[in-house]
């Protein structure tokens, strides 16, 4: 299992960003995808997830109707995108994935599987 993420940066408050995970070695279709974040001093925090086809998504009460996760099978990659961005979503964001079933959309699962992180900074 091998992911990569990409499309970090620096973007003004208010602006949009859109994070991808190119994905290999196993089939996206089969497994729960999500992101999580860790920013200096902070404990990582799951932002959002999605079970396999898209029964059950997740998102942190912080980024609830500001990012939208979402999976394209046919490239093996799935993508956040994050508009509205604030200072406070400044953090290096991980795409993760794991094959267990993911039954309710109150939290992600423990990922067994996560990339390097891609730096968000949200700043004027």
């Known amino acids: 299992v091998q992911l990569q993420a990409s499309g970090g940066g620096l973007v003004q408050p208010g602006g949009s960003l859109r994070l991808s995970c190119a994905t290999s070695?196993?089939?996206?279709?089969?497994?729960?995808v999500g992101w999580f974040h860790q920013a200096p001093g902070k404990e990582r925090e799951d932002i959002a997830c999605?079970?396999?086809?898209?029964?059950?998504?997740y998102y942190a009460d912080s980024v609830q109707g500001r990012f939208t996760i979402s999976r394209d099978k046919s490239k093996n990659t799935f993508y956040l995108q994050m508009d509205s961005l604030k200072p406070d979503d400044t953090a290096v964001y991980y795409c993760?994935?794991?094959?267990?079933?993911?039954?309710?959309?109150?939290?992600?699962?423990?990922?067994?599987?996560w990339g390097q992180g891609t730096l968000v900074t949200v700043s004027s």
């Open positions: 993760a994935v794991d094959a267990r079933p993911m039954y309710t959309a109150n939290y992600c699962p423990d990922f067994t599987y």
């Open positions: 999605n079970s396999v086809r898209d029964s059950n998504i």
């Open positions: 070695g196993f089939a996206l279709a089969d497994y729960v």
